[in-house]
């Protein structure tokens, strides 16, 4: 297979698991959401910075070190196996001592349980790093994408049935635990590597050089999403974390879906244009162009319907979260496309830029956020919507230095299809209200998807025909008619 079909294949498979997943999570969520509380989501979401960070650890930046290694050996595998698991029982034992400090520190008790419990996800991911890491360096995403979906199910039927039963926040934290555990079970099936008993200073010295940045940036860039979280749980109240938390979530299934999809498979891909930077800034305009089309009309069409939508599927006690989602999903237009720049100057090597810029991101959204404390919640929330077109900027300008990408011309292709996004939304509204404003509020959500695709399709056809070329090319990618080269 070539690589443009498996380029092709990676995407269709990513784009399988991704949505099956987020349905999967999507049923999960409603269900619990209608059976637990804010505050349940609320005490998993305050623990939500110690894990990722320490998740974040466990891996070091060596699974993007791995993947960015031309030909990676049996003992650059095994030797970073074992420093994972050292990692991650060192993580666990500072976790579970400082536990009873954290729920003393929110004044919430059973934080100190949840946390001990929590923490055995750090043992259960380390086991299946390199598993995971060995399938995305040969671009293996079918068995990957089995694997997620398999563990996902399982998880979510389990806690669906223990929320139920009563075990209340319990269940969030079971569905988490199952989620690692069953992958990693699933890893160790699915791919036959083993490690060998030997440890090499040498690679990890190698491969630190690399992944060390990239393990900095990302605990920078975790650390950020997550501190918002922190802080709302120490100035505010449980509640409103929960209510952040749900926001958050369904921000992320329309920013985050195709970005994942797209990012799982891009690193990868990148990596082998490493030293093909001409092709290598084509494929990234054409990624970044189709990305926006499909992202920024789904991120206006639910900030239309957002207050039907939440109170239809979660009813009418998560209301308050409406314009927390809303505020999020002007973030989530630039969200979705911030890291497709950063993993394509990721794969030519420059690490220890990237981590440059990405103390210079975190220090200035931290300052936005403690800014953005002082006028409630959703001053923080305007933050990190700030933070995200930030962050995008910063990594438009590196694919301009390093790729010759003209930020011009990057932020030309998206002006184009943002226009047409805004512009179909205010016709979508104004005609909503207009002629159909007295009816009930799920007719009118119905009128304006309808309206709204319509004038998006037509708006789009009439003011960016071009961008129907790049979907055209895509469709045929899908097809086989024409190949990554």
Not at 136 to 147: A, G, P, V
Request: hydrophobic fraction near 55%; charged fraction near 15%.
């Amino acid at each position: 297979m070539s690589l443009g079909q498996q380029t092709v294949s990676g995407v269709a498979w990513t784009t399988v698991q991704r949505f099956a997943s987020l349905f999967l999570a999507f049923v999960a969520n409603l269900v619990l959401a209608r059976l637990l509380s804010p505050d349940d989501f609320g005490c998993v979401g305050l623990l939500m910075i110690f894990i990722s960070l320490s998740q974040i650890f466990v891996d070091g930046g060596f699974g993007s070190a791995l993947i960015q290694k031309k030909e990676p050996t049996q003992d650059d595998y095994s030797t970073i196996f074992y420093w994972n698991l050292m990692l991650a029982t060192v993580l666990y034992l500072i976790l579970f001592f400082l536990a009873p400090v954290i729920a003393r520190f929110y004044e919430i008790p059973i934080l100190k349980e949840i946390l001990r419990v929590q923490g055995l996800i750090l043992f259960l991911d380390a086991f299946g790093l390199i598993h995971k890491n060995n399938l995305r360096k040969t671009l293996q995403f079918k068995k990957i994408s089995l694997i997620v979906l398999g563990a996902n199910l399982i998880a979510v039927v389990v806690a669906i049935a223990m929320a139920y039963n009563g075990f209340g926040v319990w269940c969030l934290v079971a569905q988490q635990l199952l989620i690692s555990g069953m992958s990693t079970v699933l890893y160790w099936i699915f791919n036959r590597w083993k490690p060998s008993i030997m440890f090499s200073g040498k690679s990890l010295k190698e491969l630190f050089s690399f992944g060390g940045f990239i393990l900095l940036s990302n605990m920078m860039v975790t650390f950020f999403n997550e501190i918002q979280s922190l802080i709302m749980g120490k100035l505010y109240t449980v509640r409103d974390v929960g209510l952040y938390t749900q926001a958050r979530k369904f921000e992320t299934i329309m920013s985050g879906t195709p970005s994942t999809v797209v990012n799982q498979v891009t690193f990868p891909v990148f990596s082998k244009f490493q030293n093909d930077i001409p092709q290598l800034r084509s494929i990234l305009r054409r990624i970044t162009k189709v990305m926006a089309f499909v992202v920024f009309p789904a991120m206006i069409l639910v900030i239309l319907i957002a207050k039907p939508a939440i109170v239809l599927m979660l009813t009418d006690k998560w209301i308050d979260c409406v314009p927390y989602f809303q505020i999020l999903c002007i973030g989530g237009m630039a969200e979705a496309l911030g890291d497709i720049n950063y993993n394509a100057v990721a794969a030519i090597g420059k690490s220890r830029v990237l981590f440059r810029w990405t103390c210079i991101k975190s220090v200035v959204g931290l300052l936005l956020i403690i800014a953005g404390s002082f006028f409630g919640v959703r001053g923080i929330i305007w933050a990190v919507t700030i933070r995200f077109y930030l962050v995008f900027l910063i990594h438009a300008s590196l694919a301009a230095h390093y790729l010759d990408f003209s930020i011009i011309t990057q932020l030309k292709d998206l002006f184009e299809i943002a226009a047409v996004s805004v512009l179909a939304g205010v016709v979508a509204y104004l005609v909503s209200m207009k002629v159909f404003g007295a009816m009930n509020m799920y007719y009118i959500a119905v009128i304006q998807i309808v309206i709204y695709i319509i004038a998006y399709v037509l708006l789009a056809f009439l003011l960016n025909r071009p961008m129907f070329s790049e979907v055209r090319y895509i469709k045929d990618m899908f097809l086989h008619k024409n190949k990554v080269s």
